[in-house]
């Protein structure tokens, strides 16, 4: 725990007699004039929530408009519609969105309160009282219990439980990394306990140099004597682990945190559609200006050529002196009337539909995860059709891809090799056909969740190979693991990386258990016998030197140094008497490496007792050295590290999360590129690729760009693209790379032949983020099939994600698990978190959730496809049947006089867009499909629709409105012909205003029902009762209105009494509805038959081959491709920092006691998409040939 303190002024001299009341009433100023430490991320209160809502929502170019038409409706002279037709759709919209963001303000301040009362131990006026992390503030001492997160502040650890000031903490919700972390107290205070810290915070502080905050609005400690270091520092979201009672001053308050300052700006986010839709919009209202000007024109000339003969009869309104003002009237009066082209209901139909698909998500059982009892969890409605557009996926490695625990499974030693399981006839078993684990039962100490399967090696320990025991005896010995016994025979290991927590554990069930140590000795239980070995030197890892070494005395006082390290360092090392065994080991290493293993190789070299007294004295003098001590350590280090004899090798599994090899390859078939950016070592981030696929021996090449300059990295990455050039021209029969080319880098993919690789390490990707650069990087990158960007920090993270959206205008998705992922979150288009043991933060600042890497397939080829196609059908489909009602009041202002009279009664225009057809197309936007989840899943070329934009573009958009002006001209001139001749069946004319209203109003609900119906592709219950219910509703409201009661009551307001009855009695009223609704629908059919005959969508190709199925009652035959072992060889690297030998030493931190795709079938594409793809990047040779054949890819 740490302990800290809060203030303002340096601290000076001892404390008075009145000190404690002084830090009270310091503490007191503290809170008033430092930031308070309490987290808001909430954004009304209940005095803000209305005025602050609603000038938000007033922010919408929409929502300004329609309150802009409700003011043109208030002035008679222009309105020719009631104020309600408006004010109704806008206070209703109005009312649904400030419910909604009212609801995620109370979940934002549930999750504040949650946070701010977590209860923490302050050190105030010399006694530990409960307080409020809220509450604590700047230079507060703390006290901090094993477990205990840690909120909201950056600590400084001042003093420990443990000898020596130690404290072991956990950063899983900073970097995804479960491993222990160990932070030290200050020099000063690295002698007292817990309980000895019990002045005032100022006089603890001031004792080490460090000043309470001076000045308003400072809000972090500063320091003047003794800095504190990395190794001191607790950072925000770390978990004390292991040590009872730290004691840790409040460096930064909550928004002041490392965490909370490289987190990034949390950006508005909005889709493609959005975007698109916005600029529609104004298109749209453009029309609406063209119409309204038109339509004024009309008026002045029809008032000065044939209104000025109707004045005694048909005066001008008071206040109008001339057609043209009469005309300038008229044009405002048909922006009230025609605005219904751009719908108030539109936006809130978006929001409901993704409100919809964003509980889908919620409630997906294929996407909970029942270990964790997670569920997959959309933590926003505003995104979710994009997830049907992503082209690039930047991924963490752990935690997101890898479980982050390592499991030892193979072995070398002495040339034997161990880990693989035989069968009764000598085979190689599957693993399905594999026996019993190897039993351990005979070792008390034996950690029981290990398992090993190959029996010849426990076999080898009992029998006594020298070299085995050998062997498992460095395991045990070299390596910087803490042992914590609780109970006898109880031991728990701590280790600073999962590799050596692996290591240790199988060297445990074999029988070598590491039990404890202390700054001179290590106890190992041998096969039941406790032998202590006097520890002389540990030479300490690092990212140079790739290896660890210790040197012991044996209790017969023999002098070894055991190694292990990386192959590609270690076997340089070897006596030259090795040349044999290394050459078989090496072939091991080769085959572990080809399974994804993560490698490395033992040795041991035996010093005579003079030669380890000089080398000794040599450290002990480098090691005090006050210049150049790293060289000197690095030199002796080096020295002793020769001619060492060959043990073996060890092959580390770090599990992959089930099913992310099958989820990789499924997205990649779905045209997704997959980036891996991780702030691993190259030899690890390369492993894993090729463990899940993303890298594969087929590849035509893998670059690796390793450079240390911007001239090296330009140059590696100039050779990379000339050798992808070069196979790309021998390939396209002479054409030149260059003429492939396009402007546009998005072309790349298309020229490029062959697969490649591209992996960066991060001092090379610096340079290449330079702005000189980033676009050579960027070609190079995209023109690979898979691309890993190793030893990254979170900013350049970012950094890539940004490049991408900058210059590929692309779809990005990011996920990630830690804190350290938070930045790329929120920089992609869309953010992921891997909630679960890892930690909250990337969840919090995501805009998805879930547990496991594989739910991200069922996230964008079911649910992300989906919702882009059920939002492109209702956006269509919206347009549509709002231009087919209002195109009517367009033409029949040719036959009014340009008098802005409407069609339709006022009570109708109010509830079209409401009532009559909003529930309909709510259900289709909300549950409508193509095909089922199994086949988009089973066809990943499904999802290309969404990459390439197709379903809802600029042209989409305007054969919406062409077929809408159609429908509109039919609706209004079939209905007008034949009422100018027909009679009723009494001989009277049929040819009256209110009954051709009826006839056009009906004509228009049942043909867009009938569209409604036709647009959707998946019906249920809901579709039949809201598109037959919508039709019912409107036959009822519509004879209430005309009824004869409601005139009685409301004679003013509703005077087209009995017109319903008597219209829809006539049979040919009932003729022209049908007439209408057929030459309406007939051509849309026709056009659909043609077009599903002559050129289906691979969705068409699907449904129909399900048909056939369904008919033949077959079932679908199942494909098993079976992976190739690859022969990628890779170094291993360990994972933990440099120093914590050093730190054993010094005893301060001692205690006082393959992939199988299974069921999938790669299908061909449909042509139409391959064929698009080509016009958007490079001609083809084909075309460019005079003899070019058509395309002949085959349909599914």
């Known amino acids: 725990m740490g302990c800290g303190a809060a203030g303002h002024g340096a601290v000076r001299g001892p404390p008075s007699p009145g000190g404690r009341a002084s830090s009270a009433s310091q503490r007191a100023r503290i809170q008033r004039e430092v930031p308070s430490n309490c987290i808001k991320t909430s954004k009304y209160n209940i005095v803000t929530f209305l005025p602050v809502n609603l000038f938000e929502q007033f922010q919408e170019v929409a929502n300004t408009y329609f309150l802009f038409l409700l003011i043109l409706q208030l002035i008679p002279q222009i309105s020719s519609l009631s104020w309600f037709t408006t004010i109704v759709p806008l206070v209703l919209v109005l009312t649904i969105t400030a419910v909604k963001d009212a609801t995620d303000d109370y979940f934002r301040h549930k999750s504040d309160n949650q946070v701010n009362n977590r209860q923490s131990q302050v050190l105030i006026s010399g006694v530990l009282r409960q307080e409020q992390w809220m509450n604590v503030r700047v230079g507060d001492i703390i006290k901090l219990e094993n477990n205990q997160f840690v909120a909201q502040a950056d600590l400084l650890l001042l003093s420990s439980s443990e000898p020596h000031g130690l404290c072991y903490i956990e950063t899983a919700e900073l970097d995804g990394e479960t491993n222990m972390k160990t932070r030290t107290s200050h020099v000063a205070l690295s002698f007292c306990g817990s309980k000895r810290i019990s002045g005032e915070p100022g006089v603890v502080l001031g004792a080490l140099g460090w000043s309470w905050p001076c000045g308003e609005g400072k809000s972090q400690l500063s320091h003047t004597v003794h800095p504190g270091g990395l190794r001191q520092q607790l950072l925000l979201c770390c978990t004390e682990g292991r040590e009872r009672h730290p004691l840790m001053p409040s460096c930064s308050p909550g928004p002041d945190t490392k965490l909370m300052q490289n987190s990034g700006r949390t950006k508005f986010k909005r889709t493609s559609i959005d975007r698109l839709m916005n600029t529609l919009v104004l298109w749209i209202f453009g029309f609406l200006v063209c119409m309204g000007v038109i339509l004024a024109i009309g008026n002045a000339i029809w008032e000065h050529e044939v209104g000025v003969c109707f004045q005694i009869y048909l005066p001008w309104d008071e206040g109008v002196h001339s057609a043209f003002f009469s005309g300038f009237l008229s044009f405002w009066s048909y922006i009230i009337i025609l605005n219904t082209v751009v719908p108030i ?64 499974s193979k072995c070398s030693v002495n040339g034997h090799s161990y880990g693989d399981v035989q069968d009764m006839l000598g085979h190689k078993a599957e693993l399905g056909e594999r026996p019993e684990p190897v039993d351990f039962s005979f070792n008390p100490l034996a950690d029981p969740r290990f398992q090993f399967w190959d029996p010849s090696l426990m076999e080898a320990v009992r029998l006594g190979d020298l070299h085995v025991h050998e062997f498992f005896r460095l395991l045990s010995l070299c390596h910087t693991v803490m042992s914590e016994e609780k109970s006898e025979g109880e031991l728990f290991y701590k280790a600073q990386s999962p590799d050596e927590g692996a290591l240790v554990t199988a060297a445990r069930n074999f029988g070598f258990v590491f039990r404890s140590r202390t700054p001179k000795t290590i106890t190992v239980q041998e096969l039941g016998q ?258 890993i960007c190793c030893r990254v920090t979170p900013l350049q993270k970012a950094q890539v994600v940004e490049l991408v959206k900058k210059y590929k205008k692309a779809v990005t998705l990011a996920i990630g698990d830690g804190a350290n992922d938070v930045s790329m979150i929120k920089t992609a288009h869309i953010g992921v978190g891997i909630s679960g043991q890892e930690g909250i933060q990337a969840v919090l600042a995501s805009d998805y959730s879930f547990s496991q890497f594989k739910f991200l397939q069922r996230l964008l080829l079911v649910h992300g496809r989906w919702s882009y196609l059920r939002m492109c059908k209702f956006l269509c489909y919206f347009f549509y049947k709002n231009f087919a009602f209002t195109m009517v009041h367009f033409w029949f202002g040719f036959f009014c006089g340009f008098s802005a009279q409407t069609v339709y009664d006022q009570y109708f225009i109010t509830l079209y867009n409401i009532v009559y057809t909003s529930l309909p197309v709510l259900a289709m936007g909300v549950f409508d499909q193509d095909v089922p989840e199994q086949r988009s899943m089973e066809y990943p070329k499904l999802y290309e629709p969404g990459q390439l934009n197709l379903l809802f573009n600029k042209r989409e958009f305007f054969i919406c409105i062409a077929q809408g002006i159609y429908t509109s001209i039919l609706m209004f001139f079939i209905p007008y012909g034949v009422f100018a001749d027909a009679t009723r069946d009494d001989g009277a004319q049929l040819a009256d205003y209110q009954s051709f209203a009826v006839t056009v109003a009906t004509s228009l609900v049942i043909v867009v029902s009938v569209q409604i119906g036709l647009d959707t592709g998946f019906w249920t219950a809901i579709n039949h009762f809201f598109i037959w219910g919508s039709l019912a509703a409107y036959f009822a409201i519509l004879f209430t209105m005309h009824s004869d009661g409601l005139f009685r009551m409301f004679p003013n307001q509703f005077r087209f009494v009995g017109n319903a009855q008597n219209t829809l009695a006539q049979p040919t009223v009932w003729l022209t509805i049908a007439l209408t609704a057929v030459v309406c629908i007939v051509p849309v059919v026709a056009f659909r038959f043609l077009k599903l005959d002559l050129k289906p969508e691979l969705s068409d190709t699907v449904r129909y081959t399900q048909l056939v199925r369904k008919k033949q009652k077959t079932q679908h035959r199942c494909m098993r491709h079976a992976g190739r072992a690859g022969s990628r060889r890779s170094g291993y690297a360990f994972s933990h920092q440099e120093g914590f030998g050093e730190l054993i030493m010094s005893g301060k931190n001692m205690r006082l006691s393959s992939l199988a795709l299974s069921s999938f079938a790669p299908r061909p594409s449909a042509s139409w998409i391959d064929t698009l793809r080509k016009k958007k990047g490079c001609e083809g040779s084909s075309a460019s040939s005079p003899g070019g054949t058509a395309d002949k890819t085959p349909r599914v």
């Open 345 to 408: 209901s539109l936006y809130v139909s978006v929001e409901v539909i993704r409100l919809g698909h964003s509980y889908f998500i919620n409630w997906d059982k294929k996407m909970y995860c029942a270990k964790r009892q997670t569920p997959a969890e959309a933590r926003t409605t505003t995104l979710n059709e994009e997830l049907g557009q992503v082209e690039y996926i930047f991924s963490d490695k752990t935690g997101t891809l890898t479980q982050n625990i390592m499991v030892f």
């Open 530 to 787: 406790a032998i202590t070995y006097q520890l002389l030197a540990i030479l300490d890892f690092n990212n140079i030197r790739k290896r660890m070494s210790v040197i012991v005395r044996s209790p017969e006082g023999k002098i070894r140094l055991y190694c292990k390290g990386a192959d590609t360092i270690l076997l340089e090392r070897l006596h030259p008497l090795n040349q044999d065994l290394t050459s078989i080991t090496t072939d091991h290493l080769n085959e572990y490496a080809s399974e994804g293993l993560r490698t490395l190789v033992l040795a041991y070299r035996d010093l005579e007792e003079s030669y380890y007294k000089d080398w000794s004295e040599r450290l002990h003098r480098a090691g005090s050295a006050p210049e150049a001590r790293e060289d000197h350590l690095a030199w002796l280090y080096d020295e002793v590290e020769h001619d060492m004899m060959l043990l073996g090798a060890t092959a580390i599994e770090d599990k992959l999360q089930q099913g992310v090899p099958e989820t990789i390859a499924i997205l990649t078939l779905a045209n997704i590129k997959i980036w891996v950016l991780t702030g691993d070592k190259q030899e690890t981030a390369v492993n894993i690729g090729y463990s899940c696929k993303m890298l594969t021996d087929d590849m035509t090449e893998v670059f690796v760009v390793t450079g240390h300059t911007v001239l090296e990295v330009r140059e590696e990455l100039r050779k990379a693209r000339e050798k992808m050039m070069d196979a790309s021209r021998s390939v396209c029969n002479g054409f030149s790379y260059q003429e492939k080319l396009s402007s546009k880098l998005t072309s790349v993919l298309e020229a490029i032949a062959g697969e490649y690789a591209l992996v960066i390490n991060g001092h090379s990707l610096a340079h290449a983020l330079e702005a000189d650069m980033e676009v050579e990087f960027l070609e190079t990158a995209c023109a690979c099939k898979a691309v």
